[in-house]
């Protein structure tokens, strides 16, 4: 019963989707192709002067690319498990009234991390558009890179929701991008090899699901192949993804449903 | 009428160590309208949530169209009707599409639903306003966007938590309106309401419930006859004399009420009663001779002290 009521729920996020779906799709394109100008062509400019081998070989637009992607996927995910959350649990109550009707808690969490999951991928796939047309990765490399964006995307959006449903204040999930989303962007090998970091935090960038996916799409990206690690990191965002979602149930059954 | 549609015995909740509902027992039958009533924090909303299959229960045992809440939430849910204390509609969405969505939650097919959506905004009088987005609506328009959506599953219970709080009076004899045609068509209601009048033109039977007990259970008729007398004659006085006379009020009665500007006096002969105030010689600024409500019942039964 939880599965396919789930996607009842998703339908029905579809039909609220619907009326903000032009901004967002614009948003979609336009996102990629102003930091791909700032930072792979314009900062990369620089980078690639001082860097005549490359970056893994090849240039800093290019190794950036799939970065991005990933980091956007990332965004994504979390900004999805966020406010929302806090708006259909505390201001407009919109999961009280869907846990009011034949759908469980079970198929209320699934649901809502399968609806982050569309939306990641939406958002990827118009990223991995902007990539073809920025010629920095084949059409099939760049819709393969997708894969662990969403991923990525996917697992944050369930650590998020199971945080955000923790949360009594909003402004804790402030602190939340201010110190965890936001470092992660920066940090976990986007804008550059975590071997840059000092020795003592390279470990807790490892730690997180921005550097795997990113090792994964730029494996992808860049038409390379697998390596023993790829398998490390995709073992290790599958299990993330299913734990972040295992853990939204008990707060938000002891939330909605107490 | 051996198969009751709800049947609690027992029934307890409690948030941690607060006791929320303390062990009530209580029955509902088919086709009836069913009401509990309470001040603010009496338990009643706890004991719809139960009901509702939205709230475990902490002891005790409850059956609901012969289900087990704990056990077939989702079932017992398929076939309920609830209207929530806040109305929690998507306010960004037009009133179509929130019914719409509810449906599909009940796995309503399409066109079947479509067809439902109109009857039901044709029943709440919102027609005209079924493209409108829920946002620009009144509040009464809003809580029969509501009362609309917990009938999109054509349920064989309905519950309704305090369907007209909040709203002016044209809109809650609307609502009232709405409800009856519901009762006239054999569903089965449950209603929690503050408001005396609403519990009277409603209910069949209801339970008075206060700090997690019922304190009272008949129907409104019944209630008043066991719990009061027929009548009530309002004597208001200036502010302070009925501290000097308070002694003289108590004696008309074998229950009277003082408050700071007049005295309630319970009698079955209320000419009598008013006879004997002007032969004491009181001077009344007013005298009111009127029937007693459920609401003397009422604040008899929960007091006067206010909960919050």
Do not use: H, K, M
């Given at each position: 019963m939880a599965i396919p009521l789930s996607v009842r729920v998703v339908e029905a996020e579809l039909r609220i989707y619907r009326r903000t779906w032009r901004g967002s799709v614009f948003t979609g394109f336009l996102n990629p192709v102003l930091y791909l100008l700032a930072f792979g062509v314009g900062l990369g400019t620089l980078i690639d002067a001082n860097l005549p081998e490359g970056l893994d070989g090849v240039s800093y637009l290019t190794y950036l690319a799939p970065g991005l992607l990933v980091a956007t996927a990332m965004q994504t995910g979390a900004s999805e498990g966020a406010w929302k959350v806090i708006a259909a649990i505390k201001w407009r109550q919109t999961w009280h009234a869907r846990l009011a009707?034949?759908?469980?808690v079970h198929g209320l969490a699934i649901g809502q991390v399968l609806w982050s999951s569309i939306r990641v991928a939406m958002v990827s796939a118009s990223f991995a558009i902007v990539m073809i047309v920025f010629g920095v990765a084949s059409p099939l490399e760049s819709l393969g890179s997708i894969l662990p964006a969403i991923l990525v995307g996917t697992a944050m959006a369930a650590g998020t929701t199971a945080f955000a449903v923790r949360v009594?204040?909003?402004?804790t999930l402030s602190m939340y991008f201010r110190f965890v989303v936001v470092p992660m962007f920066l940090f976990?090998?986007?804008?550059?090899?975590?071997?840059?970091?000092?020795d003592w935090i390279q470990p807790v960038a490892y730690l997180t699901p921005v550097f795997h996916g990113v090792e994964l799409a730029r494996t992808i990206a860049l038409g390379l192949p697998p390596l023993v690690n790829s398998w490390i990191s995709l073992t290790y965002l599958v299990a993330l993804t299913i734990i972040c979602g295992w853990l939204i149930i008990s707060p938000m059954r002891q939330r909605l449903t107490p | 009428m051996s198969n009751p549609l709800i049947k609690a015995t027992g029934l307890t909740k409690r948030f941690g160590d607060f006791v929320a509902v303390d062990g009530i027992d209580f029955e509902v039958e088919q086709g009836e309208t069913f009401g509990f009533l309470g001040?603010?924090?009496?338990?009643k909303t706890s004991t719809m949530r139960m009901i509702s299959a939205v709230s475990p229960i902490t002891e005790g045992s409850l059956s609901v169209l012969g289900l087990d809440p704990a056990k077939e939430g989702p079932r017992l849910r398929s076939r309920l009707g609830i209207v929530p204390q806040e109305n929690n509609l998507d306010d960004e969405l037009t009133v179509r599409d929130n019914l719409y969505m509810y449906g599909r939650y009940f796995d309503i097919a399409k066109s079947e639903l479509n067809e439902r959506i109109a009857e039901l905004v044709e029943f709440v009088q919102l027609t005209e306003k079924i493209d409108a987005k829920v946002d620009a609506l009144s509040g009464g328009m809003k809580r029969r966007v509501t009362i609309a959506r917990g009938l999109i599953n054509d349920p064989d219970l309905y519950i309704l938590d305090?369907?007209?709080?909040?709203?002016?009076p044209q809109a809650r004899h609307a609502l009232w309106d709405r409800l009856y045609r519901l009762k006239q068509r054999g569903i089965t209601l449950i209603i929690t309401t503050h408001y005396m009048d609403e519990a009277e033109q409603l209910c069949d039977r209801l339970v008075v419930m206060d700090k997690g007990k019922i304190v009272a259970e008949g129907s409104p008729r019944q209630l008043i006859e066991i719990h009061t007398p027929r009548d009530v004659v309002e004597l208001r006085f200036p502010i302070g004399v009925l501290e000097t006379i308070g002694g003289q009020i108590r004696e008309l009665s074998d229950r009277t009420e003082i408050l700071a500007d007049r005295a309630l006096v319970y009698t079955d002969d209320p000419d009598r009663t008013v006879a004997i105030v002007h032969a004491y010689g009181l001077e009344p600024e007013t005298v009111l001779e009127r029937r007693s409500s459920l609401e003397d019942v009422f604040l008899r039964l929960t007091g006067r002290t206010l909960v919050d």
């Open positions: 009707t034949p759908i469980s009594r204040d909003d402004s976990s090998g986007v804008l550059f090899p975590i071997t840059q970091l000092p | 001040p603010n924090g009496a338990g305090e369907p007209t709080t909040g709203l002016d």
